[in-house]
């Protein structure tokens, strides 16, 4: 907002006539061009309402100072304890509670992700798949091998740059050959 007051005291002190040209220039920089200016209005028309404010935008002004707070209107559903009783004095329940729900049903061991539920009497060829695709979907069998051993920076470096050259020039020749076969089909 200084740069308002910087312009208008540069205009005075560069003119001699600065009553005429300060003001048309503060009006120009006001931030709501939609209230009239002095020179434009006339003095049989009203004045212009003043803006509104940010409390205004969404509902008409109120004089009951009861209701003039904007979030009056706003419902908040109760928390509610497990028991149904509704908040209870502490304020940090409400989190504790959801905490609680939210970890429900997680096992915490150590083979959390990598188990397959074998139903009794169910069929063990069809769970045992299930448990191959998991392992191989996880890669875990290639970090297995690569445990075992401790790995340089340098070489896991390398070994990472050939695997993705790998990955890419497979890529590559995947598209190449779909483009020969699109194009042997096309005649």
Do not use: C
């Amino acid at each position: 907002m200084s740069f308002l007051f910087r312009s208008t005291t540069t205009l005075r002190a560069a003119t001699a006539s600065s009553s005429r040209l300060t003001l048309p220039a503060l009006y120009q920089l006001r931030y709501n061009s939609t209230l009239p200016t002095p020179s434009s209005s006339t003095p049989s028309e009203p004045a212009a309402p003043p803006p509104p404010k940010s409390g205004e935008l969404f509902t008409p002004p109120r004089k009951d100072p009861s209701t003039l707070n904007g979030f009056s209107k706003l419902r908040f559903d109760p928390l509610t304890t497990p028991s149904g009783k509704g908040t209870d004095g502490d304020g940090e329940a409400w989190w504790r509670q959801l905490s609680k729900s939210a970890l429900e049903g997680y096992p915490a061991h150590a083979s959390t992700g990598r188990s397959i539920v074998l139903p009794r009497g169910g069929e063990f060829a069809t769970s045992y798949r299930r448990l191959q695709g998991l392992l191989r979907q996880g890669n875990m069998k290639k970090e297995a091998r690569l445990q075992e051993y401790y790995e340089k920076p340098s070489v896991r470096r390398r070994r990472l740059i050939s695997e993705r050259h790998r990955r890419r020039f497979k890529e590559m020749v995947r598209t190449k050959v779909q483009q020969v076969i699109s194009m042997r089909n096309r005649g």
